[in-house]
Structure formats: structure tokens, C-alpha cells
């Protein structure tokens, strides 16, 4: 089992920055997936990026070019950075990671990101 806290949201305007950062609550070295899903009322959760660990990334088409998604092995974190925010951004965002990713999915509590127009 693993635990996994998120900070860093908040509100924000539109065109700003903001950082969420996920901490687990064991090492991190073996997982194989570490990323970032959202929902916004109303709609599906969705992914929003995710880093494996060799390093490869990838990205939603909504947020490719806005986003950096980055992982510190040695401090069992991953972050998320987003610019450029727009309201249509505005959503719980959830840190999620799986070792094997064959059904040992975990998820995080959830932290509220709001952007104004």
C-alpha cells in the first residue's frame, strides 16, 4: 500500500502559474507509472499527464505545450507544473501511481485548482 498526499492548489487567474506537488508515502524508485488526473464537475476524470520510470512522459492534447509533469525518485514526489491556466483548467486534480499497474492503482485525496477569468 501507499499513501499519497497533494499540495499546491488554490486559485489562480487566468494566464497564471501554478505548481501541485504529490507525495508518497513510500518509495517511489519501482513504480512503474506516476501522473496526474483531474475532474471538473460535472465531467469524467481525466488524465492529465504521466511519467514512467524511464523518464518518458506524455501529455493530454489539452494541456500539451502548458504542462510539465516531473518525478524525484530520491524524495518519492512527482509534480505537476502548469502555465498558461485557463478557467476551462479549473478542476480537483489527483495524483495517481501504480507499481505494476495490474490493478494496484492509487490515488490520492484530491486538491481543488480554480482559475478566474
Same mark, same amino acid.
Request: aromatic residues 8%; hydrophobic residues 30%; glycine residues 12%.
Given at each position: !500500500?501507499?499513501?499519497?498526499? &497533494?499540495?499546491? *492548489?488554490?486559485?489562480?487567474?487566468?494566464?497564471?502559474?501554478?505548481?501541485?506537488?504529490?507525495? @508518497?508515502?513510500?518509495?517511489?524508485?519501482?513504480?512503474?507509472?506516476? *501522473?496526474?488526473?483531474?475532474? @471538473?464537475?460535472?465531467?469524467?476524470? &481525466?488524465?492529465? *499527464?504521466?511519467?514512467? /520510470?524511464?523518464?518518458? #512522459?506524455?501529455?493530454?492534447?489539452?494541456?500539451?505545450?502548458?504542462? #510539465?509533469?516531473?518525478?524525484? /525518485?530520491?524524495? /518519492? #514526489?512527482?509534480?505537476? !507544473?502548469?502555465?498558461?491556466?485557463?478557467? &476551462?483548467?479549473?478542476?480537483?486534480?489527483?495524483?495517481?501511481?501504480?507499481?505494476?499497474?495490474?490493478?494496484? /492503482?492509487?490515488? *490520492? !485525496?484530491? #486538491?481543488?485548482?480554480?482559475? $478566474? $477569468?
Amino acid at each position: !500500500q501507499v499513501q499519497l498526499v &497533494e499540495s499546491g *492548489g488554490g486559485l489562480v487567474q487566468a494566464g497564471g502559474s501554478l505548481t501541485l506537488s504529490c507525495a @508518497a508515502s513510500r518509495s517511489t524508485f519501482s513504480f512503474a507509472n506516476m *501522473g496526474w488526473f483531474r475532474q @471538473a464537475p460535472g465531467k469524467q476524470r &481525466e488524465l492529465v *499527464g504521466r511519467t514512467t /520510470n524511464s523518464g518518458s #512522459t506524455n501529455y493530454a492534447d489539452s494541456v500539451k505545450g502548458r504542462i #510539465t509533469i516531473s518525478r524525484d /525518485n530520491a524524495k /518519492n #514526489t512527482v509534480h505537476l !507544473q502548469m502555465n498558461s491556466l485557463k478557467p &476551462e483548467d479549473t478542476a480537483v486534480y489527483y495524483c495517481n501511481a501504480c507499481e505494476f499497474c495490474r490493478g494496484d /492503482n492509487y490515488w *490520492g !485525496q484530491g #486538491t481543488q485548482v480554480t482559475v $478566474s $477569468s
